[in-house]
Nanobody
Framework: QVQLVESGGGLVQAGGSLRLSCAAS????????MAWFRQAQGKEREFVAS????????YYSNSVKGRFTISRDNANNTVFLQMNNLKSEDTAVYYC?????????????????WGQGTQVTVSS
């Protein structure tokens, strides 16, 4: 079992930046592919970005490609999401997820462990 705790959300103006963090505990962090998903009010949870266990490969949804960067620090059991040039449509609750020995898939069904989420609100 791995526990995930997100932080770094908040209110930001359009065009601004935020950096989300997800701290993991409980198991060997480097055994888990990690991802960020988000869920806007009234919508389904959607894939944002994922990163391989080593950190060598990262994947993004088309809506955030070029603006968001996912990274991880295996020594400190943390995954990050740097969000730049934020838009009002990025407003959502952002969730960190972990997939044991996975290949960083985009499907939310592949992820066994989830954090509680952190709210990101972008004002226009």
């Amino acid at each position: 079992q791995v526990q995930l705790v997100e932080s770094g959300g908040g209110l930001v103006q359009a065009g601004g930046s935020l950096r989300l963090s997800c701290a993991a505990s409980g198991r060997t962090f480097s055994n888990y592919a990690m991802a960020w998903f988000r869920q806007a009010q009234g919508k389904e949870r959607e894939f944002v970005a994922s990163i391989s266990r080593s950190g060598n490969n990262a994947y993004y949804s088309n809506s955030v490609k070029g603006r968001f960067t996912i990274s991880r620090d295996n020594a400190n059991n943390t995954v990050f999401l740097q969000m730049n040039n934020l838009k009002s449509e990025d407003t959502a609750v952002y969730y960190c997820a972990a997939d044991f020995r996975g290949n960083a898939p985009a499907s939310r069904n592949a992820y066994e462990h989830w954090g509680q989420g952190t709210q990101v609100t972008v004002s226009s």
